[in-house]
């Protein structure tokens, strides 16, 4: 992890760059993320025999270690551009992210722990097991909570994408920059289409996720289309 202004950072790299003695590569960074989750997951399968939840929780997994590399990437690229400060300041330094992903989190925790029971067998029960086990719910709680910070950095990048498109007026080197880290924004939503499979028997999530996505790709389209 580069060091970099904590005025101008996601909330998670002002976080990982505080932490005493962490000066790692971006790409040895995000192989230890996957590595560390993606192990837990293993461990606690043959712990407790839930084969079954694997393939969701790698997907969830995959999800989050790209949002992770979507926000250095998009961290080092605009940084490095000549853009104004207030859009950089906005973008990295109003922690909007974070509260995107709050919301996301409590909205996904209401419908799994309150909503899905009163239709029957619940998703985290499939996955899970009935009752599940300590650990496998405090990994699965956090690996959700990882996935929902993620959307919430996507959103924050589309809908900054669009204001920035409307309100500034940029060189072409720089209308270079922000189209690359656009076209990666909507790349990461893409990818999350993922996660689709593994909620199908809740069409609820699924529309939240398949409508995420498209709205996500929609408002980065009229950013290009306004750049």
Not at 22 to 38: I, K, M, R, S, Y
């Amino acid at each position: 992890m580069r060091e970099v202004d904590y005025g101008r950072a996601w909330t998670y790299e002002s976080i990982v760059g505080a932490v005493p003695g962490v000066d790692v590569p971006d790409g040895v960074a995000l192989a230890a993320q996957f590595a560390l989750f993606e192990g837990a997951v293993l461990a606690l399968a043959a712990a407790g025999g839930l084969w079954g939840a694997v393939p969701a929780a790698t997907a969830a997994v995959v999800v989050a270690t790209a949002g992770s590399a979507l926000m250095l990437d998009l961290g080092r690229r605009l940084r490095r551009a000549d853009l104004p400060d207030a859009y950089t300041h906005v973008v990295f330094g109003s922690s909007v992210e974070t509260v995107l992903g709050v919301v996301a989190y409590v909205a996904l925790l209401t419908y799994l722990f309150v909503v899905d029971p009163r239709d029957g067998t619940t998703l985290v029960a499939t996955l899970l097991g009935t009752p599940p086990s300590a650990p496998a719910a405090f990994l699965a709680l956090l690996v959700c909570w990882d996935v929902c910070y993620r959307i919430g950095v996507g959103w924050w990048a589309a809908v900054t994408a669009l204001w920035r498109a409307l309100a500034f007026d940029l060189d072409e080197e720089a209308r270079g920059t922000v189209a690359a880290a656009d076209r990666r924004t909507a790349a990461f939503g893409l990818l999350q289409l993922l996660l689709v499979p593994f909620v199908a028997s809740a069409p609820l999530l699924v529309l939240a996720v398949v409508g995420h996505v498209v709205a996500v790709l929609v408002v980065l389209g009229l950013a290009s289309v306004m750049r």
